[in-house]
Each structure stands twice: as structure tokens, then as C-alpha cells.
């Protein structure tokens, strides 16, 4: 028997994001974040930021196709950096996460990254789990980085994008 999770992830398509997901992008993104981006944030990364990357998870439902997921990351020389990452809190726990960070990942590699960074609030636990199955090492603490309230990030980077991704397709199965 199919699970849902496993129907829910069936059905889900990862693409590059357009103008036209700009609402459901920053809804997802108010819904998830005490310190969402301005939606003209989003614009500026989608249209201007030469190193800018916006990839957008997409379910199939009936009445069509509905975004529940987003990330972006800029792509600096070799570098990556996970600059956000949010899923629909009615989707989360599905693997949508693992298959936007593991899409993301393998673009930025074809376009010749080699490692990878990001900072996470020190609180965030389901999300520093995420990034440790992908390879990612807390490598150092920026106090009070979060002005909301003042919490701290914890800095997280990847050395070999090729290695840690491809252990978790192959953990994953696919």
C-alpha cells in the first residue's frame, strides 16, 4: 500500500521559480518565518541577482498544480549558499525539504559548486537534522543574528556537494 508521503512526494515536481508563484511563495514563507522576506526581496532575487536561485516545489492536485515549497540559494564562484528554505505547514514532514535541498544541490554542482553553506536558527532543530543528512557540519555560532529575537544561527557548511548528496539519493532510494 502507497503512503502518503510517498504519494505526496509521486506527485511532486521541483522547477525553477516564476513570477507568477510570487504569492504563494510569500505566503509559505509568512506562514513559516517570524522574519519573512519581503515579497520584493523575492523579486530581486528572481529577476536581478545575477547569483540568485529560486527553486519552487510543486504539488499535483486535482484542480491543478499547487506550490508548497521554496528555495533559494545564491551560487558564489564554487560556493553555494542556502539563503532560505520553507515548506507549506500543511505539507511539512513529507520529504518535500529533502527534495528541494537535494534539486538545489545538484544544480548548483552542474553550474560548479563545491561546497556549500547556510545558517540556521540555533532552535531549529527539524532543520539542522535535514542538513546533517545532507552532509552539512556546524562549523561556527553567529550570536544574536536574528533580530526578531536575538537567537542565534548556527553556520553550517557542506565540503563536497558531490559525495553527501549522491549518499542521500542513494539512502533515499532514488
Known amino acids: 500500500m502507497t503512503s502518503l508521503r510517498e504519494a505526496q512526494t509521486a506527485s511532486l515536481s521541483i522547477r525553477p ?34 547569483a540568485g536561485h529560486l527553486l519552487v516545489a510543486e504539488l499535483a492536485q486535482d484542480y491543478g498544480q499547487k506550490v508548497v515549497g521554496f528555495l533559494g540559494y545564491w551560487l558564489i564562484l564554487d560556493e553555494v549558499h542556502i539563503s532560505t528554505l520553507a515548506v507549506d505547514p500543511a505539507h511539512r514532514r513529507s520529504g518535500i525539504g529533502s527534495r528541494l535541498l537535494a534539486a538545489a544541490l545538484k544544480q548548483a554542482r552542474k553550474f560548479g559548486a563545491r561546497s556549500a553553506t547556510l545558517e540556521v536558527r540555533a532552535s531549529n532543530s527539524a532543520a539542522i537534522r535535514l542538513y546533517q543528512r545532507f552532509g552539512f557540519r556546524i562549523v561556527g555560532r553567529r550570536k544574536a543574528y536574528y533580530s526578531d529575537n536575538r537567537e542565534d544561527a548556527l553556520l553550517m557548511t557542506q565540503s563536497s556537494i558531490a559525495v553527501d548528496r549522491d549518499r542521500e539519493e542513494n539512502r533515499r532510494g532514488g
Open 17 to 50: 521559480m516564476e513570477l507568477e508563484d510570487m504569492a504563494a511563495v510569500v505566503a509559505i514563507d509568512r506562514g513559516s518565518f517570524s522574519l519573512p522576506w519581503p515579497e520584493h526581496s523575492f523579486r530581486y532575487e528572481l529577476t536581478q541577482n545575477e
